[in-house]
């Protein structure tokens, strides 16, 4: 006699099983890729807004254009003020430390 089954039988549990692992283990490291690459994108954004705020206080209070570090997250960022006497104006340089992902650094003028 013929019986109706609503279960699975071992071998398609096996099947889906193993297809689903074939599938895990192509997307995973691109998982983690995707992952480093929002971390790195996210510590850049961070070293821009700060060298920016810097900016803008500068330009709007003014003040001593003193050098300092700031720790985020585990992420140091030292903000460093340069004179370029060549071209008469003063540089700001965010360089970030203690990252596996970017050892970065970015400047801009005070115009």
């Given amino acids: 006699m013929y019986r ?4 699975f039988f071992l071998i398609e549990l096996l099947l889906s099983f193993s297809a689903l692992l074939l599938v895990s283990l192509f997307l995973i490291p691109d998982l983690i ?6 971390r790195q994108t996210q510590i850049e954004k961070e070293a821009y807004q700060l060298l920016y705020e810097e900016l803008k206080e500068k330009i709007s209070v003014g003040g001593p254009f003193n050098n300092y570090s700031l720790d985020k997250r585990g992420t140091r960022f030292n903000i460093t003020w340069y004179d370029r006497h060549e ?4 540089e700001v340089c965010v360089q970030v ?12 003028l005070l115009e």
């Fill in 97 to 108: 430390e203690g990252t596996k992902f970017s050892e970065g650094k970015v400047c801009e």
């Fill in 4 to 7: 109706k089954s609503e279960g």
């Fill in 87 to 90: 071209i008469g104006k003063k």
């Fill in 33 to 38: 890729f995707l992952r480093d690459q929002a």
